[in-house]
């Protein structure tokens, strides 16, 4: 497997598709193609993969910790148990991947497909929801519940905040 940067230059080659266990911590993986690689249980903490493809990749049980995954495709990416706490998710996509057992509070895709995560982080809950990534004051304030998609858009930070209330997270 080749690993590219967004401008194309080979950042590192492995063979074959299985980064199982991989010790990663703090990689720069920026635009890296790891489309459906195996990355079960692989160490990617505080690891910088902005604009990365992890499209349908296995990530089961990999700890993202403070993981920078701006804008990264993670569709379709199996994510089960994954520890995402204090990652960044603005912009990523999450359209079909598996979050059963991570560190999120998934409330789930809107009518207009946005998907709604929130991430306990340093400056409090998180929520990406599209293009955005909210605090979650911000949030509630964004989001006042007055027009048909605000109103079900409100009902997902409320959920949001129902449940990280719950789990003990900072607001």
């Given at each position: 497997m080749k690993i590219l940067s967004l401008d194309g230059n080979l950042l590192f080659e492995v063979d074959g598709a299985n980064l199982h266990g991989a010790d990663l911590r703090e990689a720069y993986l920026g635009g890296a193609n790891l489309r459906e690689a195996n990355l079960t249980g692989a160490y990617l903490t505080r690891a910088y993969l902005r604009g990365a493809n992890l499209r349908g990749a296995n990530l089961t049980e990999a700890d993202l910790t403070g993981a920078y995954l701006y804008e990264a495709d993670l569709r379709g990416a199996d994510l089960y148990g994954a520890n995402l706490t204090g990652a960044n998710l603005h912009g990523a996509d999450l359209c079909e991947a598996d979050l059963c057992g991570t560190t999120v509070i998934d409330a789930g895709q809107e009518a207009r497909g946005y998907r709604f995560?929130?991430?306990?982080?340093?400056?409090?809950?998180?929520?990406a929801a599209g293009c955005r990534w909210l605090t979650l004051a911000e949030a509630l304030e964004h989001w006042p519940g007055e027009s048909k998609n605000g109103l079900?858009?409100?009902a997902k930070v409320d959920l949001i905040a129902a449940v990280a209330a719950q789990r003990g997270w900072v607001p």
């Open positions: 995560v929130a991430v306990q982080h340093d400056s409090g809950t998180m929520i079900e858009c409100r």
